[in-house]
Nanobody, 124 residues
Framework: VQLQASGGGLVQAGGSLRLSCAASGRTSDFVTGWFRQAPGKEREFVAAIRWTGGTTRYADGLKGRFAISKDIAKNTMYLQMNSLNPEDTAVYYC???????????????????WGQGTLVTVSS
């Protein structure tokens, strides 16, 4: 499985962006997620979604501003980000796995496929 993230860019505080993650290969029973890494910080969990059933999970504090979704026909995952603030500035990575224990949805090492990352910069 290969993942291609896109949609990052520069946005003013309060603005919105939608990230996309296009997957090649079979993902029907996968869990896919978004992580982000700010300069000098560790990679952190943002959101995850199960492709079978559509169950979602979010990092504390992001649900309500961020929304993860998928389009099975397009084999693409999305992250809609609203009310962005400078603390959201980071490289955003999409990830996928077919072997996740669901309780580990927020652990980066649980994912075995990663996209290249897309930079989101929020100006104040």
């Amino acid at each position: 499985v290969q993942l291609q993230a896109s949609g990052g860019g520069l946005v003013q505080a309060g603005g919105s962006l939608r990230l996309s993650c296009a997957a090649s290969g079979r993902t029907s029973d996968f869990v896919t997620g978004w992580f982000r890494q700010a300069p000098g910080k560790e990679r952190e969990f943002v959101a995850a979604i199960r492709w079978t059933g559509g169950t979602t999970r979010y990092a504390d504090g992001l649900k309500g501003r961020f929304a993860i979704s998928k389009d099975i026909a397009k084999n693409t995952m999305y992250l809609q980000m609203n009310s962005l603030n400078p603390e959201d500035t980071a490289v955003y990575y999409c990830a996928a796995t077919s072997r996740l224990i669901w309780s580990n949805f927020g652990v980066p090492s649980s994912y075995n496929y990663w996209g290249q990352g897309t930079l989101v910069t929020v100006s104040s």
